[in-house]
């Protein structure tokens, strides 16, 4: 069984696509303990599998081998509808692609997963979220209406407005400009700090990175690396480290 200070643990996980000449390892037999109460970082280059870490351990995608657990859930043993359930209620999620309602507001889409579940907001929580990432005249919008940024940003308050065991975030900045993007991580930042979030991010960016307590570095589908209270610099010279040898 996992350890409580775990939020999310994955023991011997792999993924394996396609099969005979077509097959790829995508991630291969990885063990990893995600902190509850922390800011966990995953880089790596290209296909280094840190996308699907990400969606495994989140129970968006199924697993070839190993188990994972949410909490003390193991994930790989659940019917869709428990998975589904589990999702809703524990996890939050943040995609690149924003994955907004069109024909919602911007407070709709925020609560959204809440009034699925049939769940009322912390008020208080809400206020603070939409207040930190600056979405208080724009929740009457539709995302139509709304810069790239800002649809990221209400995607990003959607994630963490029902205050979930883990958040799980893909690129949470890559479509925000410097200044939009360092409030939204200095918001998640806080929400670890101050009410104690679990947010596991993927990234390609060593600015983004530097705001975790710990980065992950994955090489062809296993993690070669670890870095505790990272610095942009220090990520910059890691990853460049890997693309040399990798070349």
């Known amino acids: 069984m996992p350890t409580?200070?775990?939020?999310?643990?994955?023991?011997?996980?792999?993924?394996?696509?396609?099969?005979?000449?077509?097959?790829?390892?995508?991630?291969?037999?990885?063990?990893?303990?995600?902190e509850a109460g922390r800011f966990t970082a995953i880089m790596g280059p290209s296909g280094s599998g840190k996308?699907?870490?990400?969606?495994?351990?989140?129970?968006?995608?199924?697993?070839?081998?190993?188990?994972?657990?949410?909490?003390?859930?193991?994930?790989?043993?659940?019917?869709d509808k428990a998975l589904t359930q589990l999702r809703r209620d524990s996890v939050g999620f943040v995609f690149q692609a924003f994955n907004l309602i069109p024909t919602l507001t911007a407070l709709e889409n925020i609560t959204l997963p809440l009034d699925i579940a049939?769940?009322?907001?912390d008020q208080q929580?809400?206020?603070?979220?939409?207040?930190?990432?600056?979405?208080?005249?724009r929740l009457t919008h539709r995302p139509s209406e709304l810069s790239g940024g800002q649809q990221q940003r209400v995607a990003c308050a959607r994630a963490l407005a029902s205050r979930p065991t883990i958040v799980f975030a893909d690129e949470p900045t890559g479509n925000l400009d410097s200044r939009s993007g360092a409030e939204v991580l200095g918001f998640?930042?806080?929400?670890?700090?101050?009410?104690g979030?679990?947010?596991?991010?993927?990234?390609?960016?060593?600015?983004?990175?530097?705001?975790?307590?710990?980065?992950l570095f994955l090489a062809d589908g296993?993690?070669?690396?670890?870095?505790?209270?990272p610095s942009a610099d220090r990520v910059l010279e890691r990853m460049k480290a890997f693309e040399q040898a990798r070349g």
């Open 4 to 34: 409580t200070t775990a939020a999310a643990r994955a023991t011997a996980l792999s993924k394996i696509y396609g099969s005979g000449d077509t097959q790829v390892t995508a991630l291969d037999a990885v063990d990893v303990d995600i």
């Open 51 to 79: 996308s699907t870490l990400m969606h495994c351990l989140a129970g968006l995608d199924s697993i070839s081998a190993g188990q994972v657990w949410i909490g003390e859930t193991e994930v790989s043993g659940l019917s």
């Open 118 to 121: 049939g769940r009322k907001p």
């Open 125 to 137: 929580w809400l206020d603070t979220v939409i207040d930190t990432v600056g979405l208080r005249d």
């Open 188 to 195: 998640l930042r806080r929400s670890v700090d101050e009410f």
């Open 197 to 215: 979030q679990t947010i596991v991010m993927v990234t390609h960016d060593p600015g983004a990175a530097s705001y975790a307590d710990r980065v």
């Open 222 to 229: 296993r993690i070669v690396d670890e870095m505790a209270d």
